[in-house]
């Protein structure tokens, strides 16, 4: 039902300025090792281990090709007809969370029902705790920011 195959720029620069970049692996919130963008594994598959280093030219190749598979991911679990905002924020959203969790929540039911439904800013906002239930600020600001784009009108 999707006609948008791919995100626009403004999901580049959310993604971009909700992770942040740092070149050597780290471990997130949930104790994950991570690099670039927030990528926990590279193209060929291989997680991400501490002690890895990449070029900032590796990060934005890893975020591309990331985006990409999240493009392609959203584009096949989305059913109803959304606008390229609603599109960025699903996607950004599962670039965050997971494609698994994506499948599994009420946010895709409910947009897969009616991609208009204000409730919808609700069920992102469920989503803004790591895996021990704390309440983490920069996943408060991150949905608010998805539920913003879902919701703005494409110009």
């Known amino acids: 039902m999707i006609d948008i195959k ?61 985006l990409t598979v999240y493009d392609n991911h959203v584009t096949q679990i989305v059913t109803t007809k959304i606008n390229q905002n609603q599109y960025n924020a699903l996607v950004d959203f599962c670039y965050n969370c997971g494609m698994h969790m994506l499948d599994i929540s009420t946010l895709l039911r409910k947009v897969n029902s009616n991609p208009n439904d204000p409730t919808i800013a609700l069920e992102f906002n469920k989503w803004i705790y790591d895996q021990k239930k704390n309440k983490l600020p920069g996943l408060v600001t991150r949905r608010a920011k998805e539920v913003e784009l879902y919701f703005k009108n494409v110009e």
């Open 6 to 66: 791919q995100h626009s720029q403004s999901l580049v620069d959310l993604v971009k300025s909700s992770e942040g970049c740092k070149l050597s692996a780290y471990l997130d919130t949930n104790g994950i090792p991570t690099i670039g963008y927030g990528a926990t594994y590279y193209k060929d598959g291989t997680k991400v281990k501490i002690g890895d280093i990449i070029t900032q030219q590796e990060a934005e190749d890893l975020l591309n090709y990331h």
